[in-house]
């Protein structure tokens, strides 16, 4: 049986965005509150870049728990990674 390694790539990161960003600006705490407001501006810089399906493609594939990815919040990225983990499945299938 062959052993196939997955590999993730991460150098969209060099052109991302948010390179140049605060980093807590995504990763707020909460969902509540300040952290409203955080969630949109860090979403206003996502929605402005090149590689956002990178991002997020990144973010389902090593299944970050936290932060902005992708324009997406944590909430939304956990709704997002149950359809494509599904998805992933039925092709495997």
């Known amino acids: 049986m062959a052993t196939v390694a997955l ?8 052109v991302a965005a948010c390179r140049d960003s ?3 600006l995504f990763f707020p705490i ?6 409203v407001d955080q ?3 860090a ?3 996502c929605s402005l ?10 973010a389902l594939e090593s299944n970050q728990e936290s932060g ?3 324009g997406y ?13 599904a998805e992933r499945r039925r092709r495997a299938g």
């Open 68 to 70: 902005v990815w992708g």
């Open 49 to 58: 870049c090149s590689v956002q399906e990178e991002c997020l493609q990144y």
């Open 73 to 85: 919040a944590e909430d939304e990225r956990r709704r997002l990674r149950k359809r494509w983990l």
């Open 22 to 24: 605060e980093p807590s």
């Open 30 to 35: 909460g969902s509540t509150g300040p952290a």
């Open 39 to 41: 969630i949109a501006a």
């Open 43 to 45: 979403k206003q810089i």
């Open 7 to 14: 590999t993730i790539t991460t150098e969209w990161r060099d």
